[in-house]
C-alpha cells in the first residue's frame, strides 16, 4: 500500500491511497474460502460448491469490503503517524479516479483532509477577567423566609358561602419550620435560622459568579481565536456529507454557532494539554452530585442525605448525554480555575440586580 499527502494549502491537503493486488489478495482469498466453507446451493454439498462459482457470485463485493478496510486502516495510520490534527473526517475527493472493480486490480484514492490552524489560546497577566461577588442582603433573606413560611403553611380551602378563595396561611417562624426546612441539623434559633438561609445563599450566588466568570474567560479565549483562518470551505461540506437530513439553508444558518464550537473545542484541547488537566472518575460524581443538591434546592428539600444525592447522581452519570456534558462541564471549570492563576483577575463587589444587568 503506498500512501502519499500533498503539500498542505490554506489548511487543506489531499491523501492518495494506491492499493495493489499484493496488499489484498490473501485477504480476499481467506474471506472467499471461509464463505466456500458456509455455502449452502442445490446439488452441492455444503462446503463443497465450486470455487469459482463462489468467487463469481462473492468475489466483488468480497473485495470491496477487503478494499473499504485497507483504506481506513491506511487513512488511520496515516494520520497517527504523522500526527495530524485533522478537522472533521477525511472526505472522498470530488476528482477521484473511477474504481472498477471488473477490469483493474490496482486501485488508487483520494481523500481530502483539513487540519486545525496554529493558534495560541493562552492567556497571560494582560488579559483582565472580571469576578463578582454577590452580596446577600438581609432583603434576601427576608424574601426567603417568608417563601419558606408560605410554602409550610395551612392550606384554607375555598368557602363559597362566605365567598372566600382557596389561600395559604403562612406559618411561624419557629422551630418546626427549621425542622422541615433542614431536617435533623435543624437550627435552633430565629437568628441561627437566618444565618443558615444566608450561607445557602451566598453558596447559590458563588455558583453563579462562578458561571459569570466561566462566560467571560471562554470570551477572552474565543478572542485570540478572532482572526485565526479556517478551512471553511470544507467544514461545510463535511458537515453536509454527515447530517443527511441538514439542508445547505440550515448549514448558512447555523455555521458560525457550530465554528464557535469547534474553536472552543480545538481551545479546551490545547489548554488541557497546557495545565496538564485530566478528569477523574469521582471528580465526576461529585460534580454530578452538586447539580443533585442544586435541583433537590429548587424544590425546597435543603438537607437531602447524601445517599439519595449518590443515587440520585448515578442515574444521571448512566445516561450518554448526562455523561458527556459533565464530564465538559468538569474540564471548564478545571480550565477557568487555572486561568485564576495567569490572567489579572479584577475584583468587584455588585448587588444582585447589578449582576443581573451583564446577562442583558
Request: proline share 4%; hydrophobic share 40%; with cysteine.
Amino acid at each position: 500500500m503506498k500512501i502519499e499527502q500533498s503539500e498542505l494549502k490554506d489548511l487543506n491537503g489531499v491523501v492518495t491511497i494506491t492499493i495493489e493486488p499484493a496488499d489484498y489478495q490473501e485477504e480476499v482469498a481467506k474471506e472467499l474460502k471461509q464463505v466456500r466453507q458456509k455455502a449452502q446451493m442445490p446439488g452441492f454439498r455444503p462446503g463443497m460448491v465450486p470455487a469459482g462459482l463462489v468467487k463469481k457470485m462473492y468475489g466483488k463485493g468480497i473485495l470491496a469490503d477487503v478494499l473499504n478496510k485497507k483504506v481506513g486502516e491506511g487513512l488511520q495510520k496515516h494520520i497517527e503517524d504523522n500526527k495530524i490534527q485533522i478537522l472533521g473526517d477525511p472526505l472522498p475527493s470530488e476528482n477521484s479516479p473511477r474504481i472498477d472493480l471488473d477490469h483493474e486490480d490496482t486501485f488508487t484514492f483520494n481523500f481530502d483532509i483539513a487540519v486545525a490552524p496554529e493558534f495560541d489560546a493562552k492567556l497571560t497577566a494582560k488579559n483582565k477577567l472580571p469576578e463578582y461577588t454577590i452580596e446577600a442582603t438581609e432583603e434576601m433573606i427576608d424574601k426567603q423566609v417568608e417563601a419558606y413560611t408560605n410554602r409550610f403553611g395551612e392550606y384554607i380551602p375555598e368557602d363559597k358561602e362566605k365567598g372566600t378563595k382557596a389561600e395559604v396561611k403562612p406559618c411561624k417562624v419557629d422551630a418546626e419550620l427549621f425542622a422541615k426546612v433542614y431536617g435533623d441539623k435543624a437550627p435552633k434559633t430565629v437568628k441561627e435560622f437566618r444565618a443558615r438561609i444566608k450561607e445557602d445563599i451566598e453558596r447559590s450566588l458563588a455558583e453563579e459568579s462562578k458561571y459569570r466568570f466561566g462566560i467571560d474567560a471562554k470570551a477572552a479565549i474565543l478572542k485570540k481565536l478572532e482572526k485565526v483562518a479556517f478551512p471553511v470551505d470544507f467544514l461545510k461540506r463535511w458537515v453536509l456529507a454527515t447530517n443527511e437530513k441538514m439542508t445547505q439553508e440550515e448549514l448558512d444558518k447555523d455555521f458560525d454557532k457550530m465554528l464557535e464550537e469547534l474553536k472552543w473545542q480545538l481551545a479546551k484541547d490545547q489548554l488541557m494539554k497546557e495545565y496538564n488537566i485530566n478528569v477523574e472518575k469521582d471528580e465526576v460524581e461529585d460534580f454530578a452530585k452538586r447539580i443533585a443538591k442544586m435541583q433537590f434546592m429548587q424544590y425546597g428539600l435543603m438537607n437531602v442525605e447524601d445517599e439519595h444525592l449518590t443515587n440520585y447522581a448515578n442515574e444521571m452519570l448512566k445516561q450518554e448525554n448526562q455523561l458527556r456534558g459533565i464530564v465538559e462541564r468538569v474540564v471548564e471549570d478545571k480550565i477557568f480555575a487555572a486561568l485564576k492563576g495567569v490572567a489579572k483577575i479584577e475584583a468587584k463587589t455588585v448587588s444582585q440586580e447589578e449582576f443581573d444587568k451583564l446577562f442583558k
